[in-house]
Every structure is written in C-alpha cells, then in structure tokens.
C-alpha cells in the first residue's frame, strides 16, 4: 500500500513540474463599414491566439462601440438551422465579414462560419453591414499589403448560388483614415504602391495597417506592361477574330489572336487574348469546375466577376447543340469569330448580340437566355447602327429582319457600339475601338408608345376605317326597313 502511494505521490509531482502552457495574445485588427462609412479603421483587437472570429468582434463592440456588447447578437438562426450574426454594430441584420482577402465562406478550405473560424496574430478584419436591407448593397472591399502594394478587391455574393466573386477594385480612392488626406487611386488591377502611413483605407469601405505585421498578403496580379505580350504570329497556329465587350462598351473588337494548332480550344483564345490586351493578363480570368454544378464555368471574364456569354461564330456556346457547349472542350478553326459579353452582376438592358456574314450580308441577331429552361433564343436585331469599329463612322443601319449589305471599312472591322463586332477581312489592322457605348432605349410608357402601343394604334386606325363603310351600310339598311314598314321579303302575287 505504501508503494502504491509513494507512486502516486511521485507522478503528482512530476505533473506539478510539468510548464504550463497558456494561450498566446493575438493582435488582431477590426475594421467596421456601415452604409459606406467607416466607423473603425484599423484598430487593434487583443484576444487568445485560440480565439474564433466571433470573439474578436464581441471584443471590438467591447472596445470600441458606444452601446458595448449590446450591439452585437449572433446564435442560431431558427428558419435556417444554422449560426448567423443578426446584428452588428447596433445595426440588425447579417454583415458581410471578412478575414484578411477573403469574405467568410468564400474559401471552401476555412470555415465559413464566424463562431468557428479561427484568428491568427495579425489578421485583418473588415466587417460590411448595411441599414436598408432592400437599398443598395454596401460593397464589400479585401484589403491586402505585400511588396510594396496595397491592393484592393470587389466581392459580389450571387443570391441564386450564394457564391462570392471577386474583381479589382479599379479608380478607388485611397486615404489615410486618420486625417482624410487623400492618398491616390488604385489602378486597373486595384493596386497601389505602399503609401507612407500607418492606416490606409478604401474610402468608406475597407481599411488596412501597414507598419505592423499581417497576414493580408495576396495581392492583385501587377499591371502587364505595354508591349510586353509575346504570342505566336500569324501561320504559326490558328488565328481567331476576338471581340469583347464589357456591360455594352467595346474593349476589343474583331482583333487577332494566334493559338496553337495542338490546343485551340476556345479557352485557349480567352486566355491569349487576356494575355494580349488585359491590364493583368491572365489575372482577369478564371474558370474551372463549379463546385456546386460540378461543371466547366468561367467565372472571371475580363475582370468582371460573372460568367460571360461566349458567342462562336455569333451564336452562343450552348444554343447550338452540334457545338460543344463548353470553352474547355469546344474547338477554333481558321477565321473563326469569337464575341465575350461580359454584363457585371446588376447590369440590366444590355443585349447580347451575335453578327455573322450571310450571302453578302451583314446579320445581327439578339440572343436571350431563358432562366427556366437554359435554352437559348433569337430574334432579328433591327435599326441598329453599323459603325466602323475604329473610327466610329455610322456606315448604315440594319433593316426589319437585322440585315445591312456588307460594309467595308478601312480598319477592316465593323460594329454595333457597345455591343458586338465583326471582322469583314481577314487584312484586319490593330487598332483600340471607337469609344462608343450602348445606350438602351428610352421606354415609352405612354397608351401608343413602345411596339405594342403603335400596334395597337394601327389596329385602332384599321378598326376605325372599316367603321365607316359598316355605319354606311348599317344606315341604309335601317332606312330601308323603316320605308318597308319592317318587312324584309315580298312575296310576289302574280
């Protein structure tokens, strides 16, 4: 019995020896957006290194929020079943939260929830939450720092897939939210070199440290420079007329891009021609499998954060069932014409128009995707200007049926502003397109305006004449009935 409690004795004091290990502070810095406007910039949090976000933003309100606590509440949401922040900043409603260069739940490979996910020494927090939740969305800006540049990025959730988007946020003004001194812009790709400052912020959106350590270090893909593309020359491979508009302006129209003979898939020319002409090059563009469609989608074009319609030989990729419906599989020949239509999530009234050479003739026609079926249909794209792509010369217009005989510019390309472009030679120059943008019609809501109002005037000018003629003989023949006394039929006597 006594070496049994000798033993004990002994490992209790071995334990006792043992270090104990405490949990680590953790620096972590909040930044709060309500309706555009920054209310926390930047600022420390300090909590355990074993801490989740949620207690990072609990401690922010303890810290920083005049109400305290009291303004934030979070648990689990009855209609959904799931954990759900309900009110933040005094504000009820769910924010947008996001951890360092991503908002939560849209990198699959981290947690999606805020009472999960956990914080690391240096994180940048944002937080995004609007009052009106059936105004305007308030945009949710990442803020990242690394070799010298601060980079900004646009995230858009899309309701139908309740997927996060992303884009540079491009012409954003940058200030020290201390003083509101201005600090520049971002540019194209949303960077912008390091400025001397503690804090920098995204006016109004976002906010990030910069003489501290963080783990904000994705940046933006750099600004290509100019001329620096080096791609196959014309014989060397498969060359293809690119055109590519973005929410009804012309970026590229009807220019050349050269793939290889062992790989021209429509891919392919997407990314050359990202490589040519896009600030970034490549960095505009993404695609893969969806994880929720377990299919091909593009879902970065040209810096827009949507899936674009891909229109071969001006009909779209999935219309014509003879074509494969997917970029990754369909296949370019010679002279092939490939238009993008990039239309950013919220932009409404931009047709999608495809232009192709029939007989001589120059045919627009307008595609429209129906949501229900995922089928595609057309109809003739009439009275729409054909313009030199170059210059911006109105060469004619399209008639009833979306037809124009063939013009023939001198740049080689012609268009319909904003919206498509078509090569009519292959002797085709380069060239940057006439700045020129659709603008929808103007709706006339008036009883005779817009194309069904003018039919129903015509049907009441047609009804009205054929009036006539039906009074006249309604009054002779009351006339004669009256002189007959009633009676229609004689019988003859004789």
Known sequence: MKKVLACIIAVLLLVSMMPVVHAADATVYVTVSVDGKLELAAQPVTVSDTDTVETVLKKAHADYYSGGEAGF????????NMYMISQFWGVPGTPCVIVNDAPLGADMSKPASADVCPVANGDNIVVSVASDPMGAPNPYVSMSAADGLVSA???TLDFMTFQYKSSPLANAAVVDPTTGASLGTTDAAGNIAAPAADVVAIDGLSAIPLNVPTNSTTTNPPMQEVGSYTGLAEGEGITVFVTVTVDGKLQVAGQKVTVPFDNPTIETVIKEAHKKWYPTGEGGFHAGINEMYMMYLIDTCWGVASTPYVLLNGTPLGADMSVPSSADTGKVVEGDQLVLACISMGVTNVPVIGLVNDGGNLVAKEWTLDMTTFAYDSSSYSNADIIDAKTGEVLGKTDGTGKLKMPAPESGVVAIPGLSAF????????????????????LDYSLFGGKDGRDLLIILVYGLVMAVPMAVVIFIGGRKEIKNKGVKHFKKTW
């Not at 509440?73 to 959904?80: C, E, L, Q, S």
């Not at 120059?429 to 700045?435: C, I, K, Q, S, V």
């Open 423 to 442: 090569a009519v030679s292959s002797d085709v120059e380069e060239f940057t397109p006439a700045d020129t943008v659709f603008v929808p019609p103007a």
């Open 153 to 155: 990025k646009l995230w």
């Open 73 to 80: 509440a979070a648990g689990i949401d009855a209609m959904y």
